[in-house]
């Protein structure tokens, strides 16, 4: 680790607002690779640049269930798979963040929504999340619309949780912000969570073409591989240009 590199807090600071949004993110896997940042940079929004690790910035792959979704305290709706593939971004005030490059969800009024409204690039597909009889975990999805036809198939067996996390296990899942590109301005968006109860995974199978689609080319397997059995979140907005998510 250098002296530039610097680790997230495990615990986000808190932030106490009304609810709009509230969700539960479930069976979570977390598979990263390390690229280049000179790779990584052209892909980020202006006024970021790649957070490094011992001069190694990393592309995730993050799959879960998204279940309960509740706006205003409302009946909740029904749940949804996601995908996203997301690098790891600071800014120029030293903000922290993850820079999605594609969310694929299974619900295409979802994906279209937040698409509009925030700018995000969410994308439609066929996803799923399953967990057979042995307790391995397979997740599954395929591109519909809009952009080629990206897929991602793969399958862990969750071990033993992570009593101390390693600063790279903190460094990948401990972000309390992202940066996006919305109506010609970078955004920092606030997010906070309880840390992430993270479990070590065995790999048992995969095949994923989400990170080529998104401008990168990885090789080999993961060189991380987390699972969590999930997170609440509540999800508030602070600012007109600043949204928080806070658990």
């Not at 309960?68 to 409302?74: D, E, K, S, Y």
């Not at 690039?121 to 066929?126: A, C, Q």
């Amino acid at each position: 680790m250098t002296h530039q590199d610097r680790i997230p807090p495990l615990d986000p600071p808190p932030l106490p607002r009304s609810v709009l949004l509230a969700q539960g993110w479930r069976d979570v896997a977390f598979l990263h690779w390390p690229v280049a940042p000179a790779d990584a940079a052209p892909l980020l929004p202006p006024s970021t640049r790649p957070d490094v690790l011992d001069g190694v910035t990393y592309v995730g792959v993050v799959a879960f269930a998204v279940t309960g979704t509740r706006v205003l305290g409302a009946v909740p709706t029904g749940g949804f798979t996601e995908f996203n593939v997301r690098l790891y971004s600071v800014d120029e005030r030293g903000n922290q963040g993850v820079v999605f490059l594609s969310l694929d969800a299974d619900s295409a009024h979802n994906a279209l929504a937040a698409r509009v409204l925030t700018g995000l690039p969410y994308m439609w597909s066929d996803a799923s999340v399953g967990r057979d009889r042995d307790g391995r975990v397979g997740y599954a999805s395929r591109r519909r619309l809009p952009g080629p036809g990206a897929r991602s198939r793969f399958r862990v067996r969750p071990g033993g949780r992570l009593e101390h996390p390693s600063p790279l296990d903190v460094f990948l899942t401990a972000r309390w912000g992202l940066h996006t590109r919305h109506l010609g301005r970078t955004h920092w968006v606030r997010v906070a969570h309880r840390a992430w109860p993270l479990h070590r995974a065995e790999l048992l199978s995969c095949e994923q073409d989400l990170t080529a689609a998104a401008g990168l080319c990885v090789a080999g397997a993961p060189v991380s591989v987390l699972w969590s059995p999930g997170v609440d979140t509540d999800v508030t907005i602070s600012k007109p240009s600043e949204e928080a998510i806070h658990t």
